[in-house]
């Protein structure tokens, strides 16, 4: 029986969330990055659902039970870096309601970024959650796609084309896989991601699927925004595509000098009861997190601060992995 990615907004059971560990990474950011996650991981677990802090030593066990409350449960487990929607597996569902953790190969975002642990990270978070797991035979990563649920997949050229993941694949292998692994059957190509984005351009930074048939966007909130082409192109694609557009300000540029960094609200994590909204000291942070609100009326949205996390390479979606409730 197929197996598909169901919407993100489909009713959870529990949600991995990873938690900063390397000094050598996060350097003098590293105990700032461990108190925003904590705040994001106590957020979702005040409302009732079951939260999983993922860490990897006593050292980090330690100083997250001094962060989060008494909600959230800590599992140790292998990784290299907190990006457990790259580095974790995909749930996906059949129509009987069985579920499989689906993984894929892993190479650092096209040999930037491999470390040690990476890749033992699906297979051991697949057995702490008593799910089976198969991995796939080509590289993917979860940040890379966006599902409403229907059958539909949301991508980008610049990361799925690029010959650093899958060289030998053609665009029309790639789609195959995906009809394949992860149970899509149309497919909206998106072009380039955002500017500063070492991931190479992925989904969840850009667009996100917000409902059936429904997709959110940026738009740019001054003239210096650096991706307003980006957002304008992903605007465009999606209408033509049949896709009813919503729009989300841009916190606008963020960086030092002219190095800029890929600060995004759409990085937001969907939640049973709360959407968390990446916030970063901008002056649309509180029109963000309100339009992002809009988006999901059955849900509170929370916007907590997120620069530190983003210093990193990426915020609250990318270093988080939901499993679905398997529904009979």
């Given at each position: ?316 979606h990318c270093a988080s992995q939901h499993v679905p409730k398997a529904v009979r």
């Open positions: 029986m197929a197996f598909r990615m169901p919407a993100e907004w489909a009713r959870q059971d529990w949600i991995w969330i990873g938690f900063p560990a390397h000094g050598d990474l996060w350097e003098e950011n590293l105990a700032t990055a461990q108190e925003q996650m904590a705040a994001f991981a106590n957020a979702v677990a005040e409302t009732g659902q079951q939260v999983r802090l993922v860490v990897r030593d006593a050292a980090t066990q330690m100083r997250a039970k001094d962060l989060v409350s008494g909600a959230v449960a800590i599992e140790r487990h292998p990784y290299g870096d907190i990006w457990i929607r790259d580095t974790g597996p995909l749930t996906v569902v059949n129509a009987s309601g069985e579920r499989r953790a689906q993984g894929f190969g892993f190479n650092g975002w096209g040999g930037k970024y491999l470390l040690e642990g990476d890749r033992d990270t699906g297979p051991s978070l697949a057995q702490a959650g008593g799910l089976p797991y198969t991995r796939a035979d080509w590289i993917l990563e979860g940040g890379a796609v966006e599902s409403d649920g229907t059958g539909l997949v949301v991508t980008t050229e610049q990361c799925l084309l690029n010959p650093n993941r899958n060289p030998a694949l053609s665009r029309e292998d790639i789609w195959a896989n995906l009809q394949r692994d992860l149970g899509f059957d149309r497919i909206l190509w998106l072009g380039e991601g955002l500017a500063g984005d070492h991931t190479d351009g992925h989904v969840d930074n850009l667009a996100r699927m917000v409902g059936e048939g429904v997709i959110a966007i940026p738009r740019a909130t001054a003239p210096d925004d650096p991706n307003t082409g980006v957002f304008d192109d992903a605007r465009a694609r999606a209408q033509n595509f049949g896709l009813e557009v919503r729009d989300v300000p841009s916190p606008g540029w963020m960086g030092e000098e002219d190095e800029v960094e890929p600060a995004s609200y759409m990085n937001f994590a969907i939640c049973n009861e709360v959407v968390v909204v990446p916030t970063y000291g901008s002056v649309h942070d509180d029109e963000a997190v309100a339009a992002i609100g809009d988006l999901f009326p059955g849900r509170a949205a929370v916007g907590l601060r997120a620069d530190a996390v983003l210093t990193g390479g990426g915020s609250f």
